[in-house]
């Protein structure tokens, strides 16, 4: 069984591996800060930070 709660987290999930701002992506799921979705969704970073990472060791080839 699929809950709201997941259905919410893959939401943010996939907002924030496609760059969404975070700004945006707060109000959206109705936070008071962007800093408050940053902690909740905090392990989602390392694979946006090897993203970009390769995204930038592509440019310098």
Do not use: C, Q
């Not at 109705?30 to 800093?35: C, E, I, M």
């Amino acid at each position: 069984m699929i809950r709201f709660r997941d259905v919410r987290h893959t939401y943010a999930m996939l907002a924030l591996e496609s760059w969404m701002p975070v700004m945006i992506l707060a109000a959206r799921l109705g936070h008071s800060t962007p800093a408050l979705t940053l902690n909740v969704y905090s392990h989602a970073k390392p694979a946006k930070d090897r993203a970009e990472a390769a995204r930038v060791a592509a440019g310098l080839d």
